[in-house]
C-alpha cells in the first residue's frame, strides 16, 4: 500500500491532482482509493486530498494519518501548516515552489523535492499569474522524485481526466518532470 | 469496464443502467453529485429521461410519486435533512406500493451544523415501509441500486440504497461498470400492474377507513416479508450475469468465532482489517456484516449469531434514550428463540463523520471480551468521555 497526501489552497485543484494520481496508478494495474479531507470549502483556505493504491483491493476506510508521501501545491503552506506530520521517515516531499533550494527549511528525516510548478503552468497558459493552475504540473514533479509512478501514466490520466486545456495540462505535467530539482535524496 | 469512479457517481451510472425514466432531485445542499451527473446526462442526451428539478425533497419525492404511479421507473437521491424533508411522502410513496428507488448519502443531522457520515438520516426512516440496504464500496452502490429495481417492481415496494457520505459518495475508487445489454437482461422494462392510464380509469389514492386499511397495512408488512425472498433471487441472478455477490448479511472469519462484530456500511471494510489482524494474533472474533436493515433478516442472524458467547455491534447512529438502531435490531432478534444467549453490547461510534480507526474497532473487540456484563446498553467510542 502507498499512502499520499495533498496540501493546497481552495481553488488549486488538491482534490483534481488526488484523483488524476489514483487514474494514474489505476492505468497502472493498481487499486486506488482517492477522497478529499471532508468538509466544506472555501476558496484560498488550506485543503488536504488523498490517494492510495494497492495492488489488492483496499477495504480500509479511514483518513490517512501516516502517508508515505507528501505533495504541497502553495509553498506559503509550509509556514502555516505542519506538512510532515504522520510523514513515514523518508518519505518525500514535493514542493511547489519558486524559492530556491536554500530557502526551504530543513526537514530531517524527510527527501525533499521542488518545482516551479506555478511558473510552468503559466508557460502553458493554465491559470493567471496571481493564480496559476499547478495541480497537473506538480504531478510531474512527484513521479520524478519519487519513481511511484510512470509519466506516461499520468500523461493519459490527465488527458482523460482533465475537461479542458487537457493537452497544455499533460505537457505541463511533462515539463515539470523535467525541471524537478531534487534537494535531498538521501536521509 | 473498469473505471475510477466516487460513489456519487457510481449511482448516478447505475440509474442510468438501469434505464431510468424520471428523475427529480432537489440540487442544492445536502444534495450530491449523483444527480448533477444525470441532469447532465439528460441534457447530452446520454440518458432518455425526464429531469425534473424541483423546489424542495418533499416535492421531489412526490415527483417520482407521481412519475411511477403513472407507469414510469423512477429515481431520486438526497442526504440527511433532504431525507427528513421526505418523511411524509416517504410514507406514501410505500403506503401506495411504488416500486421507486432512491439513493441516500449518509450524512448527519443538525444542529450542530455538520454534512459528515452519519447513519441517523435513514435509521430515522426505518418506520416508513421502505425496503433499506447499507453498501460498504462504491461498486456494491451501483450494482445494489440495479438490484433495487429488480427487487421492488418485485414485491412493489420502495428501496432506500444508503451509502456513506464522503467515505463512499466523494471517494473515487475502482468500479467495474457493467455493459448496458447485460443490465437490460438483468432488468426487463418496468410494468406497473394498475397505473394512472386515460384509457383504462381507476381510483386511487381513495380513502379507506376503519373497514380495509389494515387489511392493506398487512398486505404491505407480507410484501415486506417476500422482499427477502426477492432480494435473495435478484441477488443469485445478478451473480450469474455480473459475477458478483452480496447476501442480505455477509459473515466474514466467523468459523469457530466466539466473539463476532456486527457492522454496516464502510465500518464494515475497516473491520475486515481489524479482524484479519486479530486472528492472525488468536483471538476468535468474526464479522457480521448487515446489508439489508428492512426487512430485517431475523432467521439468518438468529442462525448466524445464536450460538455465539459476545456480539459487538457498532452504530453509526443513536435512538437517543434508547442505543443504536443496529444493536436494537440484533438484540430484538436473539431474545426468545431456542439458541443459546449472546450478551449483545452496543457501541455507538463515528458520528457526524469521526473517523472509525483501526484501533477503535481493536478497542470495541477488547472491551468486549473484557466486560463481564454490558455496563449499558449504549457504549460510545470516541466522544471524548
Known amino acids: ?187 | 469496464m473498469k473505471k475510477v469512479l466516487m460513489g456519487d457517481h457510481a449511482v448516478s451510472h447505475a440509474a442510468m443502467l438501469s434505464r431510468v425514466q424520471v428523475i427529480s432531485a432537489y440540487p442544492i445542499t445536502p444534495q450530491t453529485y449523483v444527480v448533477e451527473e444525470l441532469a447532465e446526462a439528460c441534457r447530452d442526451g446520454r440518458l432518455k429521461a425526464k429531469f425534473v428539478m424541483v423546489e424542495s425533497e418533499h416535492s421531489a419525492m412526490a415527483c417520482i410519486i407521481g412519475a411511477c404511479a403513472a407507469g414510469s421507473r423512477a429515481f431520486t437521491a438526497t442526504s440527511s435533512h433532504g431525507l427528513a424533508l421526505m418523511h411524509e411522502m416517504l410514507h406514501w410513496a410505500s403506503g401506495a406500493r411504488l416500486p421507486v428507488v432512491m439513493a441516500n448519502c449518509n450524512r448527519a443531522l443538525g444542529p450542530p451544523w455538520n454534512i459528515l457520515c452519519d447513519h441517523s438520516d435513514s435509521m430515522s426512516q426505518r418506520d416508513t415501509g421502505w425496503i433499506q440496504f447499507y453498501v460498504e464500496s462504491n461498486q456494491e452502490a451501483l450494482d445494489t441500486v440495479i438490484q433495487a429495481y429488480r427487487i421492488a417492481e418485485k414485491v412493489l415496494l420502495p428501496v432506500m440504497v444508503n451509502l456513506d457520505g464522503f467515505f463512499l459518495t466523494h471517494t473515487a475508487e475502482v468500479v467495474d461498470v457493467p455493459d448496458q445489454d447485460q443490465v437490460d437482461a438483468y432488468l426487463p422494462p418496468f410494468s406497473l400492474p394498475y397505473k394512472l392510464d386515460v384509457e383504462d380509469p381507476h381510483s386511487f389514492g381513495a380513502i379507506c377507513l376503519d373497514d380495509n386499511f389494515m387489511a392493506l397495512k398487512h398486505d404491505m408488512q407480507a410484501a415486506m416479508d417476500l422482499a427477502r425472498d426477492a432480494a435473495l433471487e435478484a441477488d443469485e441472478a445478478f451473480a450469474e450475469i455480473f459475477g458478483r455477490k452480496y447476501g442480505l448479511l455477509e459473515p466474514y472469519r466467523m468459523d469457530h468465532a466466539d466473539t463476532v462484530l456486527v457492522t454496516n456500511g464502510t465500518i464494515t471494510g475497516t473491520a475486515r482489517e481489524v479482524v484479519d489482524d486479530l486472528r492472525r494474533r488468536g483471538v476468535s472474533v468474526g464479522l457480521l456484516k448487515v446489508r439489508m436493515l428492512r426487512p430485517f433478516p431475523f432467521a439468518p442472524v438468529r442462525s448466524l449469531l445464536g450460538d455465539r458467547e459476545r456480539i459487538a455491534v457498532i452504530d453509526r447512529s443513536v435512538s437517543y434514550g434508547l442505543a443504536g438502531g443496529l444493536a436494537c435490531e440484533i438484540r430484538s432478534a436473539l431474545y426468545g428463540h431456542d439458541h443459546g444467549r449472546p450478551r449483545v453490547f452496543g457501541y455507538i461510534a463515528g458520528l457526524g463523520g469521526k473517523d472509525v480507526v483501526p484501533s477503535d474497532i481493536e478497542e470495541i473487540v477488547n472491551r468486549t471480551l473484557t466486560y463481564e456484563q454490558p455496563p449499558r446498553d449504549d457504549i460510545w467510542i470516541g466522544a471524548g468521555t
Open chain 1, 1 to 187: 500500500m502507498i499512502e499520499i497526501r495533498f496540501h493546497g489552497r481552495g481553488g488549486q485543484g488538491a482534490v483534481v491532482a488526488s484523483k488524476i494520481l489514483a487514474e494514474a496508478l489505476f492505468r497502472e494495474g493498481n487499486f486506488v482509493q482517492s477522497f478529499p479531507a471532508f468538509g466544506a470549502e472555501r476558496r484560498g483556505a488550506p485543503v488536504a486530498a488523498f490517494t492510495r493504491a494497492n495492488t489488492y483491493p483496499i477495504r480500509i476506510r479511514t483518513h490517512i494519518y501516516a502517508p508515505d508521501h507528501v505533495v504541497v501545491l502553495d509553498a506559503s503552506l509550509l509556514d502555516t501548516t505542519d506538512v510532515t506530520a504522520g510523514l513515514k521517515p523518508g518519505g518525500w516531499v514535493v514542493i511547489n515552489t519558486d524559492r530556491s533550494p536554500e530557502n526551504i527549511p530543513a526537514m530531517r528525516g524527510f527527501k525533499v523535492a521542488t518545482v516551479d510548478a506555478g511558473a510552468v503552468a503559466l508557460k502553458h497558459g493554465l491559470g493567471v499569474p496571481t493564480a496559476p493552475i499547478v495541480n497537473t504540473a506538480i504531478l510531474g514533479a512527484f513521479a520524478k522524485a519519487t519513481g511511484k509512478v510512470g509519466l506516461e501514466a499520468l500523461r493519459k490520466a490527465i488527458l482523460d481526466q482533465v475537461p479542458y486545456n487537457a493537452r497544455a495540462n499533460a505537457q505541463a505535467c511533462v515539463d515539470a518532470y523535467q525541471c524537478t530539482i531534487i534537494i535531498a535524496d538521501r536521509i
